[in-house]
Structure formats: structure tokens, C-alpha cells
């Protein structure tokens, strides 16, 4: 019962909806989610059935670097400790238990994902902003949009809160690769593409998203990219690793334990987290972003004991 209740709350991490507690550019008419206040109300429950579960399980851990990184990368950002304890809650259940927790939240993903394709073929939120979902209809300024030469598309959010992060959710925790085609995130598409095992064939939806949105034709994006990366500024950047290492390289240390750890269990959820923070932040910065770094070793504990069941099966 405790197994389902957790797999259901970590379904209210994929809605957006918070509470502004203080925006200091109110009086200007504007909104800087990263210079606001913000809580999650719906965030509180995965923490509350989280802690239900490290009480009742009382399972003894000896991931004391791991969980140090968390704690450290908290003075960063705060949400890394929802993420920890989380984390631990993950870590408590044994792997059958984290399977049936997987199913759940796949099937929430695979849900806010049709949101998004309603998103796409419409260019219209379905009505769910009272769970998050991002107003969309023509007109509205700051949406993530693509210019198909002069035909405006827009990109799937989902319950999310950009197309960046519904990518990052479908490339790290479902099967569904083809369905990041909607997000049009280029990182998206390239961190799906497995590595390890690399087959031609995975390019392809890397190919569409570049014919789509088409670098040459919408260039601004990129050009704002690398511009962010040449200049020197302690300012956010759309990279992981030189955003924690402007501000303090300790919180950089942190976040590659985090990153080893996961590497020691899968080799290719490991991959996918570090190219998606190679193209984005919101790994360190945003709520949903800080979380999935806490499931990706949800996931990774997983993919590593069925590939100790098809060694057994193969011995």
C-alpha cells in the first residue's frame, strides 16, 4: 500500500503548480521565477509518504557520500533536500518495490506527455493550470515557440515547466523516446540516444528535431547559448557544470558524486543526466529538475538488477 502511495506522490512532482510567496517585480508587471519565492504544495506529499517510508522501512545506509552531496548542493538550492529525502525513501525499497513505483510514475509521464501533444496539435493548454500547466494560445509572449519557416509551433509542456524538462523526464525514465519528438528539445533527443549500444537508427529523431527547428533558420537560441558560456558572469548559464563552478566548485564536487553514483549502477542513465547538463540547467535550479536527478537513481537502480538478471539468465 505504502509502494503505490509513493509512486502516486511522486506523480504530483510532474505538475508545476506553486504558490508565489514574493515576486520583486511585481510593481514592473513581471514574473522572475528565479528571483521569486515560490512553494510547491503538491511537492509536500512525495516528502511526506518519503518520510513514512525511511521510518517504516529503517533500512541502514552507507551512502553517506551520497547523501553529503545532496545536503552540500541544499546551500544551493534548497529543493536538494526534498531530492534527498526522496532519495533515501528510494533507496530504503528493494528493487520489486521500486518497479512498482516506476510503473506508476511511467504511466503519469506517458499522461502529461498526451497533455502535451493535445498542447501541440492545438496550440492550446487542454485547462489544467490549476495542476501547473502553462497558459497557451496565440499572443502570449515568453512561450517556447519554433518559427517553421514563419509557421509558429509550439513545444509540449506538458504539466511541466518548459518542454526542457518534460525531455529530460521522457529521455531519463521512459521508453517512449519518440515522444520527445514534441518537445523539440535538442538536448532531449541526443541524451535518449544510447550510447552504449549505438544503433543509426537512434539518430533519427535527432534528425527531425534539427530539420524542424532548424539551427541556421532560429539561431538566436544558440547564439544567446554560447554567448552565456563565453562571457564572464557568476550569472545562470545553460550548463550544469559551469553554473556550479562559478558559484562554488564544491557544489560542482557534489554534483559528480552524484553523477558516479548513478554511473556505478547504470552507465547509461549516467550518460543521459550528464549530456542533458550539458545543454541546460534545471538539473540544479528548478524543482522538477533538482527531483529527477533523485529518481535517475530510482531508475538506475533498476536497469542494474535486470542486467543481473540476464547475466543469470545467460550463465
Given at each position: 500500500?505504502l509502494?503505490?502511495?509513493?509512486?502516486?506522490?511522486?506523480?504530483?512532482?510532474?505538475?508545476?503548480?506553486?504558490?508565489?510567496?514574493?515576486n520583486?517585480?511585481?510593481?514592473?508587471?513581471?514574473?522572475?521565477?528565479?528571483?521569486?519565492?515560490?512553494?510547491?504544495?503538491?511537492?509536500?506529499?512525495?516528502?511526506?509518504?518519503?518520510?513514512?517510508?525511511?521510518?517504516?522501512?529503517?533500512?541502514?545506509?552507507?551512502?553517506?557520500?551520497?547523501?553529503?552531496?545532496?545536503?552540500?548542493?541544499?546551500?544551493?538550492?534548497?529543493?536538494?533536500?526534498?531530492?534527498?529525502?526522496?532519495?533515501?525513501?528510494?533507496?530504503?525499497?528493494?528493487?520489486?518495490?521500486?518497479?512498482?513505483?516506476?510503473?506508476?510514475?511511467?504511466?503519469?509521464?506517458?499522461?502529461?506527455?498526451m497533455?502535451?501533444?493535445?498542447?501541440?496539435?492545438?496550440?492550446?493548454?487542454?485547462?489544467?493550470?490549476?495542476?501547473?500547466?502553462?497558459?497557451?494560445?496565440?499572443?502570449?509572449?515568453?512561450?517556447?515557440?519554433?518559427?517553421?519557416?514563419?509557421?509558429?509551433?509550439?513545444?509540449?509542456?506538458?504539466?511541466?515547466?518548459?518542454?526542457?524538462?518534460?525531455?529530460?523526464?521522457?529521455?531519463?525514465?521512459?521508453?517512449y523516446?519518440?515522444?520527445?519528438?514534441?518537445?523539440?528539445?535538442?538536448?532531449?533527443?541526443?541524451?535518449?540516444?544510447?550510447f552504449?549500444?549505438?544503433?543509426?537508427?537512434?539518430?533519427?529523431?535527432?534528425?527531425?528535431?534539427?530539420?524542424?527547428?532548424?539551427?541556421?533558420?532560429?539561431?538566436?537560441s544558440?547564439?544567446?547559448?554560447?554567448?552565456?558560456?563565453?562571457?564572464?558572469?557568476?550569472?545562470?548559464?545553460?550548463?550544469?557544470?559551469?553554473?556550479?563552478?562559478?558559484?562554488?566548485?564544491?557544489?560542482?564536487?557534489?554534483?559528480?558524486?552524484?553523477?558516479?553514483?548513478?554511473?556505478?549502477?547504470?552507465?547509461?542513465?549516467?550518460?543521459?543526466?550528464?549530456?542533458?547538463?550539458?545543454?541546460?540547467?534545471?538539473?540544479?535550479?528548478?524543482?522538477?529538475?533538482?527531483?529527477?536527478?533523485?529518481?535517475?537513481?530510482?531508475?538506475?537502480?533498476?536497469?542494474?538488477?535486470?542486467?543481473?538478471?540476464?547475466?543469470?539468465?545467460?550463465?
Open positions: 500500500m509502494v503505490s502511495l509513493f509512486g502516486a506522490a511522486l506523480a504530483l512532482i510532474l505538475f508545476n503548480k506553486f504558490i508565489i510567496i514574493s520583486p517585480l511585481f510593481n514592473m508587471g513581471f514574473f522572475n521565477f528565479y528571483a521569486s519565492e515560490v512553494i510547491y504544495p503538491l511537492h509536500f506529499v512525495p516528502l511526506i509518504i518519503s518520510l513514512l517510508i525511511c521510518i517504516h522501512k529503517k533500512k541502514a545506509l552507507k551512502k553517506y557520500i551520497l547523501i553529503l552531496s545532496f545536503i552540500i548542493l541544499s546551500f544551493y538550492n534548497i529543493h536538494f533536500i526534498s531530492a534527498m529525502i526522496i532519495m533515501v525513501a528510494i533507496l530504503q525499497l528493494e528493487v520489486a518495490a521500486l518497479e512498482k513505483v516506476y510503473k506508476i510514475l511511467n504511466k503519469a509521464i506517458l499522461l502529461c506527455t497533455v502535451g501533444l493535445y498542447q501541440f496539435m492545438t496550440f492550446n493548454s487542454i485547462g489544467l493550470q490549476m495542476f501547473g500547466e502553462t497558459e497557451i494560445k496565440y499572443g502570449i509572449k515568453g512561450l517556447s515557440t519554433i518559427d517553421f519557416y514563419g509557421h509558429k509551433i509550439i513545444r509540449a509542456y506538458g504539466t511541466m515547466a518548459h518542454p526542457n524538462i518534460l525531455a529530460g523526464y521522457i529521455a531519463v525514465l521512459t521508453s523516446k519518440w515522444l520527445n519528438l514534441i518537445t523539440f528539445s535538442v538536448s532531449g533527443v541526443i541524451a535518449q540516444i544510447n552504449l549500444k549505438f544503433k543509426i537508427k537512434s539518430l533519427l529523431p535527432l534528425i527531425i528535431v534539427l530539420i524542424i527547428k532548424n539551427p541556421f533558420y532560429n539561431s538566436r544558440y547564439v544567446d547559448r554560447v554567448e552565456e558560456v563565453t562571457k564572464s558572469s557568476t550569472e545562470i548559464v545553460h550548463n550544469v557544470y559551469l553554473t556550479l563552478f562559478s558559484a562554488n566548485i564544491l557544489f560542482l564536487i557534489s554534483y559528480i558524486f552524484i553523477l558516479d553514483y548513478i554511473y556505478r549502477k547504470d552507465k547509461q542513465t549516467a550518460i543521459t543526466v550528464f549530456i542533458l547538463g550539458m545543454f541546460d540547467h534545471y538539473f540544479i535550479t528548478h524543482p522538477q529538475g533538482v527531483i529527477l536527478l533523485a529518481l535517475s537513481v530510482l531508475i538506475a537502480l533498476i536497469r542494474k538488477q535486470k542486467m543481473s538478471d540476464d547475466r543469470l539468465k545467460n550463465f
